[in-house]
T-cell receptor
Framework: SQQGEEDPQALSIQEGENATMNCSYK?????LQWYRQNSGRGLVHLIL?????REKHSGRLRVTLDTSKKSSSLLITASRAADTASYFC??????????FGKGTRLSVIA | NAGVTQTPKFQVLKTGQSMTLQCAQD?????MSWYRQDPGMGLRLIHY???????DQGEVPNGYNVSRSTTEDFPLRLLSAAPSQTSVYFC????????????FGQGTRLTVV
């Protein structure tokens, strides 16, 4: 399975702090994607990093990819209460559907 | 743009009843998929389609049926609802499988009693 596995399962931080979530996967990938899900809503795409990329930025988001360790990390800098959500990674191999992990629940306390 | 639209948003079924969850997208995406989300289980793929007339099974297909007669629509049918199918169901679409971002609907919360 290409399933991404996020770590930690839950994370609680103060507003203004940085939040780091990790994702591991099992076999070679074409790309890895991160999504956010607010409570009771659908998933929203955050960022896609391809296998030949090592780092990507989007606003306060920074994603890294280490294909040798089969892992990725999502860093949210200067967290806000509005960042409270669940975050999912999904690894795509190119010949199987997108498969999601169980997610990291982030709580940002004001 | 409406994006991906799911109906209904909420549904309560009795065991044994059948129903269809509707999913429509207006982005001309070839690839569509259905997931179910249960507490602590993340999203699990039920069925997917790479284009009109083509469907395939995902991780948890039993008890569900799909068809894809048009690019826009990808309905999910529950043949005989069971309490184990109580879940939140999400439909997603993308222009090129997992090569590009997936767009999700807002979900259908289904309770089977």
């Amino acid at each position: 399975s290409q399933q991404g596995e996020e770590d930690p399962q839950a994370l609680s931080i103060q507003e203004g702090e940085n939040a780091t979530m990790n994702c591991s996967y099992k076999t070679s990938i074409n790309n890895l994607q991160w999504y956010r899900q607010n409570s009771g809503r659908g998933l929203v795409h955050l960022i896609l990093i391809r296998s030949n990329e090592r780092e990507k930025h989007s606003g306060r988001l920074r994603v890294t990819l280490d294909t040798s360790k089969k892992s990725s990390s999502l860093l949210i800098t200067a967290s806000r209460a509005a960042d409270t959500a669940s975050y999912f990674c999904a690894a795509y191999s190119g010949n199987t559907p997108l498969v999601f992990g169980k997610g990291t629940r982030l709580s940002v306390i004001a | 743009n409406a994006g991906v639209t799911q109906t209904p948003k909420f549904q309560v079924l009795k065991t044994g009843q059948s129903m269809t969850l509707q999913c429509a997208q207006d982005m001309n995406h070839e690839y569509m998929s259905w997931y179910r989300q249960d507490p602590g289980m993340g999203l699990r793929l039920i069925h997917y389609s790479v284009g009109a007339g083509i469907t395939d099974q995902g991780e948890v297909p039993n008890g569900y049926n799909v068809s894809r007669s048009t690019t826009e629509d990808f309905p999910l049918r529950l043949l005989s609802a069971a309490p184990s199918q109580t879940s939140v169901y999400f439909c997603a679409s993308s222009s090129n499988r997992g090569h590009t971002e997936a767009f999700f609907g807002q979900g259908t919360r289904l309770t089977v009693v």
